[in-house]
């Protein structure tokens, strides 16, 4: 190796180190500023000034992104006004850019806190367990933890009773569906049946008139009145052809007694004039 070549690589090991000592310098001063926006965001945050911390600490992740400190801080901002999917995220984000387990402990364990919060009990089960993966020391996760899973299993147990209650609302709407059905049918059959009668009884009404329109049974009655008064003249005494009447006879004998009593006043009168009367007929 020739001294040209021996100073080429002095001079580049210096520019390296040059460049990297610049970018180290450049690295703190961001961390210093951003270390310094985290700072004042806590002052703010302690005096309830939500908006003008969370300036701070977007500031602080502008300095520097991968700080851990400023998201966390941001998050437990957003999380104490009420803002918590957002406070969700920004927690998020400090497990993906945090390497120390500290840091991923309360991270995990205020995840589990904002889910709690939200009603999401199975998945706050899960983010507290995460939080004792990194310390398994923390007693009030653990804690945490067991209302955690006591939530989920009354959650599951109102789930799944919804879902009972959604079957047998379900099966009732069928089963009332079907007897609507079944009535709406019965009553449709018993209007057809009326109307079937109706027919029928319309026939039956025309049957029982004549041609003229006048109800059968009215012409039958007075037919019937004609009959029985004919059957009732029928029934009186008629004179009979070669017969003689009641009254005949009795005119017949009354003149015979007339007739007699006239030939007994003439007997009588021959015999007071002794006259002898023939009794006996001639043969």
């Given at each position: 190796?020739?001294?040209?070549?021996?100073?080429?690589?002095?001079?580049?090991?210096?520019?390296?180190?040059?460049?990297?000592?610049?970018?180290?310098?450049?690295?703190?001063?961001?961390?210093?500023?951003?270390?310094?926006?985290?700072?004042?965001?806590?002052?703010?945050?302690?005096?309830?000034?939500?908006?003008?911390?969370?300036m701070e600490y977007r500031k602080a992740l502008s300095e520097n992104p991968a700080s851990a400190v400023g998201s966390?801080?941001?998050?437990?901002?957003?999380?104490?006004?009420?803002?918590?999917?957002?406070?969700?995220?920004?927690?998020?984000?400090?497990?993906?850019?945090?390497?120390?387990?500290?840091?991923?402990?309360?991270?995990?364990?205020?995840?589990?806190?904002?889910?709690?919060?939200?009603?999401?009990?199975?998945?706050?089960?899960?983010?507290?367990?995460?939080?004792?993966?990194?310390?398994?020391?923390?007693?009030?996760?653990?804690?945490?933890?067991?209302?955690?899973?006591?939530?989920?299993?009354?959650?599951?147990?109102?789930?799944?009773?919804?879902?009972?209650?959604?079957?047998?609302?379900?099966?009732?709407?069928?089963?009332?569906?079907?007897?609507?059905?079944?009535?709406?049918?019965?009553?449709?059959?018993?209007?057809?049946?009326?109307?079937?009668?109706?027919?029928?009884?319309?026939?039956?009404?025309?049957?029982?008139?004549?041609?003229?329109?006048?109800?059968?049974?009215?012409?039958?009655?007075q037919n019937k009145g004609k009959q029985d008064y004919q059957k009732k003249d029928q029934q009186k005494p008629q004179?009979?052809?070669?017969?003689?009447?009641?009254?005949?006879?009795?005119?017949?004998?009354?003149?015979?007694?007339?007739?007699?009593?006239?030939?007994?006043?003439?007997?009588?009168?021959?015999?007071?004039?002794?006259?002898?009367?023939?009794?006996?007929?001639?043969?």
């Amino acid at each position: 190796m020739n001294i040209k070549n021996i100073i080429v690589i002095i001079i580049t090991l210096c520019v390296t180190v040059s460049f990297s000592q610049e970018k180290e310098k450049e690295n703190l001063l961001a961390l210093k500023k951003a270390n310094e926006y985290v700072y004042e965001g806590n002052s703010l945050a302690n005096k309830d000034d939500f908006v003008a911390a969370e300036m701070e600490y977007r500031k602080a992740l502008s300095e520097n992104p991968a700080s851990a400190v400023g998201s966390y801080n941001l998050a437990n901002a957003y999380y104490k006004k009420g803002s918590f999917e957002e406070a969700l995220y920004r927690q998020q984000e400090v497990v993906k850019s945090s390497t120390s387990k500290v840091e991923k402990h309360k991270a995990f364990h205020n995840i589990g806190n904002i889910l709690m919060k939200n009603k999401k009990c199975k998945e706050a089960v899960e983010a507290y367990k995460n939080a004792l993966r990194n310390d398994p020391t923390d007693n009030e996760t653990r804690y945490n933890l067991g209302l955690a899973k006591e939530c989920a299993e009354q959650q599951k147990d109102q789930q799944d009773q919804n879902k009972d209650n959604k079957d047998n609302q379900d099966k009732q709407d069928e089963n009332k569906d079907k007897q609507d059905q079944k009535d709406k049918d019965k009553e449709g059959d018993n209007k057809e049946d009326q109307k079937d009668k109706g027919d029928q009884d319309k026939k039956e009404g025309d049957d029982k008139k004549d041609e003229d329109g006048k109800p059968k049974d009215e012409k039958q009655d007075q037919n019937k009145g004609k009959q029985d008064y004919q059957k009732k003249d029928q029934q009186k005494p008629q004179p009979q052809p070669g017969k003689l009447s009641d009254q005949q006879i009795k005119s017949l004998l009354e003149a015979m007694n007339n007739q007699e009593q006239k030939v007994q006043e003439k007997i009588n009168a021959e015999k007071q004039k002794g006259v002898k009367v023939k009794t006996e007929k001639d043969w």
